[in-house]
Nanobody, 111 residues
Framework: QVRLVESGGGLVQPGGSLRLSCAAS????????MGWYRQAPGKQRELVAR???????NYADFVKGRFTISGDNAKNTLSLQMNNLKPEDTAVYYC?????WGQGTQVTVSS
């Protein structure tokens, strides 16, 4: 069983930054194959960024150049550095590891 706990969300002005963290525990074998997703009100959950099984990173086009995914294999923690945030980035952000999801952390970008 896998437990994922996100933190770091909040209210930020457009152009600001936030850093999300995900602490993983249970039957997890490192941060590979972990990722961040988001879901805005009335929209489907979508991929933001992920670390593949080989250790490479994938980003959604709408965050390329602004967000950076990283992690610590020894500590089973995943992070998402979000810069130059836009109002359209407002959503609940979720950590994912195969079929396991965290409870989500709210990110609100507003002036």
């Amino acid at each position: 069983q896998v437990r994922l706990v996100e933190s770091g969300g909040g209210l930020v002005q457009p152009g600001g930054s936030l850093r999300l963290s995900c602490a993983a525990s249970g039957s997890i074998f490192g941060i590979y194959s972990m990722g961040w997703y988001r879901q805005a009100p009335g929209k489907q959950r979508e991929l933001v960024a992920r670390i593949t099984a080989s250790g490479s990173t994938n980003y959604a086009d709408f965050v390329k150049g602004r967000f950076t995914i990283s992690g610590d294999n020894a500590k089973n923690t995943l992070s998402l550095q979000m810069n130059n945030l836009k109002p359209e980035d407002t959503a609940v952000y979720y950590c994912n590891y195969f079929g396991a999801w965290g409870q989500g952390t709210q990110v609100t970008v507003s002036s």
